[in-house]
């Protein structure tokens, strides 16, 4: 299947993809696009782009508000975050963010919420009510990626300079530990049990699976895909099932989605996806598996069950972060 796969797909084909998945879940996708300074906004049952919504420069992370009602995006050249009202698409408000916001994960709670300042070396934690900095951490140089545990209780920042996992402590907002990992660690992502963290090197081509625990990597995953070469081979953006049998892993410039199984950690496949894939986000029934690829400004949509890709849908300009409805 091509990295485009929707000129290779017929209409016959997808249609007989939909009837064979059931009835599809109404749910929203929100893509922030890089290039655009925009949100494009999907209707995940028609895979099709029903609006386009303005706001500010270079917006990268993007989340929903636990009650589906508001979008958080990084405006990561405005050094803020826009909030939007989900039912409009207008920007609301905004929150103090800190300079350059790049990624952020709101608390399961619905509040606080924490946010990497690439330019800062520290991470931000907002009370989104009040609009108020409850407290700024230093971490390492060029912090990224954010993880939080399903508890609540430890919040992981990734720095892309130092290498570093930063484990942070939600209650006094100190760092209690730093775990070497390789080169520009972009991603975090917990287990649903809360036992494992898992870190993609964008440079360093790996992933460390990290036992919570121990603060200690226990594996480091590797990726070889034949054609492609080595430097090619980015991870960035991690999803895992909640049963914690499968990983997905986007592979940036290779164009590939890696599949792993997540006890074996041993790589199933690769699925040709856009081009420069960034970012993955399941749709909360975790039947569809959303990437945004960031140089051919496309969406791809994986039946997560079949393994396959099913739909490209175009977007705006250097796709770059996905966040979708949770109703």
């Known amino acids: 299947m091509s990295g485009r796969v929707e000129a290779g797909l017929s209409v016959f084909a997808l249609g007989a993809w939909f009837a064979l998945s059931g009835p599809a879940a109404a749910y929203t996708a929100y893509i ?42 990084c405006a990561s050249d405005d050094d803020r975050i826009d909030v939007l009202d989900t039912s409009s698409g207008k920007v609301v408000r905004s929150l103090r963010s800190g300079p350059d916001p790049e990624q952020f994960i709101l608390d399961a709670s619905g509040n606080p919420l924490y946010v990497a300042n690439e330019d800062d070396s520290q991470v931000t934690i907002i009370d989104i009510e009040k609009n108020k900095v409850l407290a700024e951490v230093p971490v390492g140089v060029e912090p990224e990626g954010m993880g939080l545990s399903p508890d609540g209780k430890i919040l992981v920042n990734t720095s892309e300079t130092t290498n570093m996992a930063h484990f942070i402590d939600t209650k006094t907002f100190q760092v209690i530990d730093n775990v070497l990992v390789d080169a ?15 870190v993609s090197a964008e440079v360093g081509g790996t992933v460390s699976v990290i036992d919570v625990a121990q603060h200690r990597v226990i594996k480091k995953i590797t990726f070889k895909i034949p054609s492609v070469n080595d430097e090619a081979i980015q991870p960035v953006g991690i999803r895992i099932t909640k049963d914690g049998s499968k990983a997905f892993v986007a592979l940036g410039p290779a164009n590939r989605v890696a599949v792993i199984d997540a006890k074996s950690y041993e790589v199933e496949k690769y699925l040709p996806v856009g081009q420069r894939v960034w970012q993955l986000a399941f749709t909360p029934d975790q039947k569809m598996l959303f990437t945004t690829n960031g140089t051919s400004n496309d969406v791809s949509v994986i039946d997560v069950t079949a393994e396959k890709v099913v739909k490209s849908i175009p977007v705006g300009l250097l796709p770059w972060g996905v966040a979708i409805s949770p109703n």
């Open 32 to 73: 922030t696009n890089e290039k655009g300074n925009s949100v494009s906004v999907i209707d995940t049952a028609t895979m099709a782009v029903t609006g386009t919504w303005k706001v500010g420069r270079r917006p990268r992370g993007v989340t929903v508000s636990k009650d589906g009602k508001e979008l958080f995006v």
């Open 184 to 198: 520009r660690p972009r991603f975090a992502e917990f287990t649903a049990d809360g036992k494992f963290l898992w």
